[in-house]
């Protein structure tokens, strides 16, 4: 069967592009829910493998960063903390809108990953952030699915099993 070169090239059409003239907007470490710089203000390059470019700078991370990451994380878990009295199923709309995000965002990330990795746009798209996407939506609708036995303690604890 000979192919049609017309529908060849209507059905590569279809297939996603990464994204032009990428501006990388963010090179800063994510804790407590707010970019900042690290603490040291050392920042490191990062590049393309493909090319051997550098793509950008991003804040390198030290001990005062990862020690003020950890307490941020601790607080955000501590008895009383918004997260901690969060329903579980406002937990599981949280993991879909993150879900949803990256969705939207998919061909950014999926550039991202290429230019950062090396690996194909495509492989990236379709199996990367196809893979993150499906993982998030996973376990949001799991959230409030709770399920098991509970086995009484002394103390304030709590213990599970399936």
């Not at 040291?40 to 001990?63: L, M």
Request: aromatic share 10%.
């Amino acid at each position: 069967v000979k192919a049609d070169p017309a529908a060849l090239m209507a059905s590569l059409q279809l297939l996603p592009s990464p994204a032009l003239n990428l501006e990388i907007q963010h090179a800063q470490i994510f804790i407590n829910n707010e970019w900042q710089n690290s603490e040291s203000g050392k920042v490191f390059p990062v590049y393309n493998p493909a090319t051997g470019e550098q793509i950008c700078e991003v804040q390198e991370a030290d001990k005062l960063d990862t020690d003020k990451a950890v307490r941020a994380a601790r607080l955000a878990f501590s008895l009383g903390s918004v997260w901690r009295r969060m329903d579980a199923s406002e937990r599981g709309r949280l993991l879909d809108r993150l879900a949803d995000l990256v969705e939207r965002d998919r061909t950014l990330l999926a550039t991202m990953e290429s230019l950062n990795s090396g690996k194909p746009f495509l492989q990236a798209f379709y199996v990367d952030l196809q893979g993150v996407i499906k993982t998030l939506r996973y376990y949001a609708g799991w959230a409030d699915k709770i399920h098991g036995a509970t086995i009484p303690v002394d103390g304030d604890y709590f213990t599970f099993t399936s």
